[in-house]
């Protein structure tokens, strides 16, 4: 469902948001994002929650009709069958809606949910399992299984491997059993972990042999991958982009590549799109900023040249903005492929004042030889599923 983001909302709270801190190597520029202050390990606790309430919750929820149930009955089914019952807590996947910053290099990017303690309750005697492995007698729980396992975002960004394999992460399950070219075999995405360079780098290791290899991507970036056909030629086309829905603005910061196959040369070549591109694949609208008056920052947008006047207010211009007459780069935070009466395109967003919540919207779409902007506006509201 489409989440309206209110511009008034989002400037209230974003002010309230007074601390955070840059992090080596990552700036708010062509050169890529600048990912904020990690989530203290305390923040982490009370976004997983306390699991053993979860239970109780989750017991007096779905258990009702067990509550009438006689109890001699239910100890003596659960000592023939030596299990919990099957309303006992699991440990909960980290929500998708975090908030805070991205990588603190002082701080463990597998923190989340380490200090946290994941009970369940057996039905019989209450007693406490402890997520370890130590379970009362008679008790078959698998604590190794995948719903016990605590994942995090962070979990991805020191990872080297197939992402189909990271449990920990957050989000892996969104590469399990891909078929991105539905050719009907397995395709599966490796990623490889630079920790000098605070880099990653990713392919696509289709089931049909083929391989797409990914230029240098951010660390803290989260991938995703969309395929289909966009110049109609029969073969998909794959855009393969990298959101930061850790940092405390996800709006402003954003990767894509677009990527073609080549059947003469038997390869995947990237794309040429008529945006800004920064050196790590970041994909921007060139902004160009008159100067503030009385709270309204007009701008004129170089690559298709609308023009549109933000109506901010002095207290955003006094605490974020600051600057007079500017041009700058503001990323395609959201990139995602539609289908339209056109054809398919690809829907595209850029903010256009940081932590403002105000977008430039437009669609890409291949004509003639070429990918063009099409339908451009300024809108009050992100029509992302993730705005």
Same mark, same amino acid.
């Given at each position: 469902?489409?989440?309206?983001?209110?511009?008034?909302?989002?400037?209230?709270?974003?002010?309230?948001?007074?601390?955070?801190?840059?992090?080596?190597?990552?700036?708010?520029?062509?050169?890529? #994002?600048?990912?904020?202050?990690?989530?203290?390990?305390?923040?982490?606790?009370?976004?997983?929650?306390?699991?053993?309430?979860?239970?109780?919750?989750?017991?007096?929820?779905?258990?009702?009709?067990?509550?009438?149930?006689?109890?001699?009955?239910?100890?003596?089914? &659960?000592? *023939?069958?030596?299990?919990?019952?099957?309303?006992?807590?699991? *440990?909960?996947?980290?929500?998708?809606?975090?908030?805070?910053?991205?990588?603190?290099?002082?701080?463990?990017?597998?923190?989340?949910?380490?200090?946290?303690?994941?009970?369940?309750?057996?039905?019989?005697?209450?007693?406490?399992?402890?997520?370890?492995?130590?379970?009362?007698?008679?008790?078959?729980?698998?604590? &190794?299984? =995948?719903?016990?396992?605590?994942?995090?975002?962070?979990?991805?960004?020191?990872?080297?491997?197939?992402?189909?394999?990271?449990?920990?992460?957050?989000?892996? &399950?969104?590469?399990? %059993?891909?078929?991105?070219?539905?050719?009907?075999?397995?395709?599966?995405?490796?990623?490889?972990?630079?920790? /000098?360079?605070?880099?990653?780098?990713?392919?696509?290791?289709?089931? %049909?042999?083929?391989?797409?290899?990914?230029? +240098?991507?951010?660390?803290?970036?989260?991938?995703?991958?969309?395929?289909?056909?966009?110049?109609?030629?029969?073969?998909?086309?794959?855009?393969?982009?990298?959101?930061? /829905?850790?940092?405390?603005? #996800?709006?402003?910061?954003?990767?894509?590549?677009?990527?073609?196959?080549?059947?003469?040369?038997?390869?995947?070549?990237?794309?040429?799109?008529?945006?800004?591109?920064?050196? &790590?694949?970041?994909?921007?609208?060139?902004?160009?900023?008159?100067?503030?008056?009385?709270?309204?920052?007009?701008?004129?947008?170089?690559?298709?040249?609308?023009?549109?006047?933000?109506?901010?207010?002095?207290?955003?211009?006094?605490?974020?903005?600051?600057?007079?007459?500017?041009?700058?780069?503001?990323?395609?935070?959201?990139?995602?492929?539609?289908?339209? =009466? +056109?054809?398919?395109?690809?829907?595209?967003?850029?903010?256009?004042?940081?932590?403002?919540?105000?977008?430039?919207?437009?669609?890409?779409?291949? /004509?003639?030889?070429? !990918?063009?902007?099409?339908?451009?506006? !300024?809108?009050?509201?992100?029509?992302?599923?993730?705005?």
């Amino acid at each position: 469902m489409k989440n309206k983001v209110i511009i008034g909302g989002l400037v209230l709270s974003i002010l309230a948001m007074s601390a955070c801190s840059n992090v080596p190597g990552k700036t708010e520029n062509a050169e890529g #994002p600048n990912v904020e202050e990690s989530i203290a390990p305390e923040i982490m606790e009370d976004i997983h929650g306390d699991t053993a309430v979860d239970a109780l919750l989750d017991k007096a929820e779905n258990g009702s009709a067990e509550a009438g149930a006689d109890k001699n009955a239910a100890d003596s089914a &659960n000592e *023939n069958n030596g299990e919990n019952d099957s309303n006992g807590s699991t *440990n909960d996947a980290t929500s998708n809606d975090m908030i805070g910053g991205g990588k603190d290099n002082s701080s463990d990017a597998n923190m989340a949910g380490d200090s946290s303690e994941n009970s369940t309750f057996d039905n019989s005697d209450s007693t406490q399992n402890d997520t370890n492995g130590s379970t009362d007698s008679g008790n078959t729980n698998d604590t &190794n299984s =995948d719903e016990n396992i605590e994942t995090s975002p962070m979990f991805l960004w020191d990872y080297e491997g197939y992402i189909d394999e990271a449990k920990g992460y957050t989000w892996y &399950n969104e590469f399990v %059993n891909c078929d991105y070219d539905k050719d009907g075999a397995t395709d599966r995405v490796y990623r490889i972990y630079d920790a /000098d360079a605070q880099e990653a780098y990713y392919s696509i290791e289709f089931g %049909n042999g083929r391989v797409l290899s990914v230029p +240098k991507a951010y660390d803290t970036g989260f991938p995703h991958i969309q395929m289909a056909d966009l110049d109609g030629d029969g073969e998909g086309e794959v855009l393969f982009t990298l959101t930061y /829905d850790t940092s405390t603005d #996800p709006f402003a910061f954003g990767d894509m590549w677009l990527f073609d196959y080549d059947a003469e040369y038997d390869i995947y070549d990237e794309v040429e799109l008529p945006l800004s591109t920064s050196e &790590n694949g970041g994909k921007a609208l060139t902004f160009e900023y008159g100067a503030p008056e009385n709270g309204n920052i007009k701008f004129k947008v170089q690559q298709t040249g609308l023009e549109a006047t933000a109506e901010a207010d002095n207290e955003y211009v006094e605490y974020w903005w600051t600057n007079e007459a500017i041009t700058e780069d503001r990323y395609i935070w959201e990139a995602t492929i539609k289908e339209t =009466d +056109k054809g398919n395109v690809i829907y595209c967003e850029a903010q256009v004042l940081p932590r403002f919540g105000t977008f430039v919207i437009f669609n890409l779409r291949y /004509d003639n030889g070429k !990918y063009v902007i099409e339908d451009m506006e !300024y809108s009050f509201y992100s029509n992302s599923d993730r705005g």
